[in-house]
């Protein structure tokens, strides 16, 4: 094919070749277009001038195609069966005999609250769909990897998440603080002032190098203030257990604190009012947003963060009704 000529056949033009070479007749081919014949001639005779081939020649009564008519029909079928997959509808998705899987990278503090019911829900309508539930990779690389549809969504808390992202906010907890129970903070009943929240040793699951997607420290930058850090760790399940060893403190949303509060005893105690709450919300990225299957997942998480809220709703009117 000539510079010319392809820079020239478009998608008409292909379609009307197509059905020339296919059907050897002019006749049926203005038929099946329903165009008249002469406008179909006149066609034919444009497409022989742009490919500088006669692609269909007389053999007896019949029109048969040229060789290089030939080779064309089958790049031509290919090329357009290319492009009508493309521009067809999207595909249904139907989470019954679906087998696809979803990557999804979840903040660890609200992993084992919201997961196991989401890994539940899911299971129940979706039996073979399977969920990669991964770690966070750097901030850089989840960037890219959602960007590349590695990722497909992750659950985030950070103070400021990224604004080219599309974003749904899922649920928003207290902010607490968990000691041990022989921490001099555990008979109190009333908020620990920032001043006092400072002056104490403090657990983190954040590294000093990404202190600013903590929805802790990235606060505390934000108020020109830093607290101590004696201990890192790198799970978030590991936290509990370093706590029940320590005077550390722990210092978490809600949701994670009253539940490993019933395993270990811990005294759970209001973080500073300066710390403000912390906000969960689920991250896509526009190359999934239209995609059927990633519409029901997003829906499915937003089900379950729904649940959730549901039931934060009921513990605080439960709370308020409880005589003094």
Not at 31 to 50: F, H
Not at 186 to 193: E, L, P, S
């Amino acid at each position: 094919m000539t510079t010319q000529a392809s820079g020239s056949l478009d998608v008409r033009l292909m379609r009307t070749l197509l059905l020339l070479l296919t059907e050897c007749s002019v006749s049926r081919t203005a038929e099946l277009l329903g165009q008249a014949q002469p406008t179909v001639s006149l066609t034919l005779r444009k497409l022989r001038e742009l490919l500088d081939d006669p692609l269909l020649v007389r053999s007896g009564s019949t029109l048969v195609p040229t060789e290089r008519g030939l080779a064309m029909r089958e790049t031509i079928r290919d090329i357009l069966g290319t492009i009508d997959a493309q521009l067809a509808p999207h595909p249904t998705f139907d989470p019954a005999t679906s087998k696809r899987t979803f990557r999804i990278v979840a903040a660890n503090c609200l992993g084992t609250v919201f997961l196991p019911p989401l890994v539940g829900r899911i299971a129940r309508v979706a039996p073979s769909v399977n969920i990669d539930v991964c770690p966070l990779p750097s901030y850089e690389d989840f960037l890219a990897q959602l960007a590349d549809g590695t990722i497909d969504a992750v659950i985030g808390n950070w103070p400021h998440p990224p604004e080219h992202l599309r974003m749904s906010t899922l649920l928003t907890t207290d902010i607490v603080c968990v000691v041990r129970s022989s921490h001099p903070f555990a008979g109190r009943r009333d908020r620990i002032g920032m001043e006092e929240f400072l002056r104490e040793n403090h657990l983190s699951p954040t590294s000093d190098k990404r202190a600013h997607l903590s929805p802790i420290d990235g606060r505390l930058i934000e108020l020109g203030l830093k607290r101590r850090i004696g201990v890192t760790v790198p799970e978030y399940a590991i936290a509990p257990y370093v706590v029940a060893q320590s005077d550390l403190v722990f210092t978490t949303g809600r949701h994670f604190a009253e539940q490993i509060a019933q395993a270990f005893p811990f005294a759970v105690l209001d973080a500073p009012t300066e710390l403000g709450q912390m906000t969960f919300y689920m991250l896509w990225h526009d190359c999934k947003h239209h995609s059927p299957d990633h519409a029901w997942l997003r829906q499915m998480i937003k089900s379950v963060a729904a649940d959730v809220r549901a039931l934060d709703r009921a513990a605080t009117t439960e709370t308020c009704l409880v005589p003094l």
